[in-house]
């Protein structure tokens, strides 16, 4: 399995933002799509971002369109989620996840490898 490598979780007021990163070893991200998933306390994980990386083609969830970026570093084989306007319901645990499908990545059955999770707390 892939073994992914997440940092950038932390405490943020609402409004602020904050950066993701997912970095995995070797070159994992070079065939694949690359997904951020996020999950709240009593609640389903649910899709958040995903991008491709031999296109670079992304994805975003309607609760997050306007206000979250995802984009890739191929040379560090990082994928970072860029969050801004942070909302209190914006508190999860945020995933990393790579697929090997290029076609269904909002699909959460397709993703095979996850990270450990980093923790997003928004204050009011």
């Known amino acids: 399995q892939v073994q992914l490598v997440e940092s950038g979780g932390g405490l943020v007021q609402a409004g602020g933002s904050l950066r993701l990163s997912c970095a995995a070893s070797?070159?994992?991200?070079?065939?694949?799509?690359i997904g951020w998933f996020r999950q709240a306390p009593g609640k389903d994980r649910e899709y958040v971002a995903a991008?491709?990386?031999?296109?670079?083609?992304?994805y975003y969830a309607e609760s997050v369109k306007a206000r979250f970026t995802i984009s890739r570093n191929n040379a560090k084989n990082t994928v970072y989620l860029q969050m801004n306007s942070l909302k209190p319901e914006g508190t999860a645990v945020y995933y990393c996840?790579?697929?090997?499908?290029?076609?269904?990545?909002?699909?959460?059955?397709?993703?095979?490898?996850w990270g450990q999770g980093t923790q997003v707390t928004v204050s009011s």
């Open positions: 991008i491709t990386w031999s296109t670079g083609n992304t």
């Open positions: 996840a790579v697929s090997t499908d290029v076609i269904a990545v909002r699909a959460e059955q397709r993703y095979n490898s």
């Open positions: 070797g070159r994992a991200f070079s065939r694949y799509t």
